[in-house]
């Protein structure tokens, strides 16, 4: 609970974030991601359990309480930065990369992706330092192009 509190308050980006604030901020990205074009599939939510759970070795019930969690962060937050931020600090690049990765398999679980979807991962990339070529293979990687 102080976690989320911490988060919502912006503050998980201190230096003693601990990993579940690090899960918490990741889960609150790729939600923006499912909610982006206004309506979250039941695929873009199955795709970003699954993703979850297998980055985070978690069984599917923590996975889903995390969720919930970072819902509210999301919910309750007012720009992508206060996520973004503890991951960068906190996350190496392929840390990153990986995160832009599962982003781009929540916006096209439904079989195509909104401009509102890719814009919200955009912006992410670059919060993140990702670079822009990394930013085009992860989005070929998800798509198979």
Do not use: N
């Not at 991601?33 to 980055?55: F, K, N, P, S």
């Not at 503890?86 to 990369?97: D, F, G, V």
């Amino acid at each position: 609970m102080i976690a989320m509190l911490r988060q919502l308050l912006g503050e998980a980006a201190a230096p003693d974030a601990d990993k579940h604030d690090l899960h918490l901020a990741a889960a609150a990205l790729l939600y923006e991601v499912a909610r982006a074009d206004g309506q979250i599939d039941r695929d873009e939510l199955d795709t970003l359990l699954d993703r979850l759970e297998q980055r985070w070795q978690l069984p599917r019930a923590q996975v889903k309480e995390k969720f919930q969690q970072a819902e509210t962060a999301a919910e309750g937050a007012t720009d992508y930065f206060q996520f973004t931020r503890s991951l960068r600090a906190h996350w190496s690049a392929e840390q990153r990369l990986e995160l832009i990765v599962d982003m781009w398999a929540v916006a096209h679980a439904d079989g195509e992706t909104h401009p509102h979807e890719e814009y919200v991962i955009r912006k992410v990339a670059d919060l993140l330092y990702v670079a822009h070529s990394d930013f085009i293979r992860a989005r070929h990687l998800i798509r198979g192009h």
